[in-house]
């Protein structure tokens, strides 16, 4: 099963559960501090919540989760043919979940898309940042920033 994710920058996110419940008539798949998720079957959504006061309302990122890693690795394969620049982050932990992914760099306005499968629930929002400079959902290890549309793409 594929689903698209959407990542929003919520200023409370005590009341954006309650309206996103309402909205999809579904629980939170996952709630930890300053964050939540939603795996809603109709329409097949991943609603992922992430409080970062001052800037909601606004997009942190955009995915497409899928079944396991065979589908992330012939995502790539497939997107590396149309000649989508990627980055891998295997066996990476973010959004409380060890993830095998990559994110998919050039649209036309900037946004960038993550494809990946769950490996593993995390305690932890993200890992302890390496020399590598590891980050989570696009962002560097300080934490979640609001994607602007329209930007240059982040590296």
Known sequence: MS???LALNVDDLDASIAFYSAL???EPAKIRPGYANFAVTEPPLKLVLIENPGQGG???HLGVEVA???TVDSEQTRLAGHGMATVDERGTT????TQDKFWVHGAPDGERWEVYTVLADS????AEPT????SCCGTQSSGPQPLTIGSPARS
């Open 3 to 5: 689903r698209v994710q």
């Open 24 to 26: 999809f008539g579904a």
């Open 58 to 60: 606004s997009l942190n």
């Open 68 to 70: 396991d890693v065979d």
């Open 94 to 97: 973010c959004c409380y979940a």
């Open 123 to 126: 305690p932890t929002f993200r």
């Open 131 to 134: 020399d590598e400079g590891d």
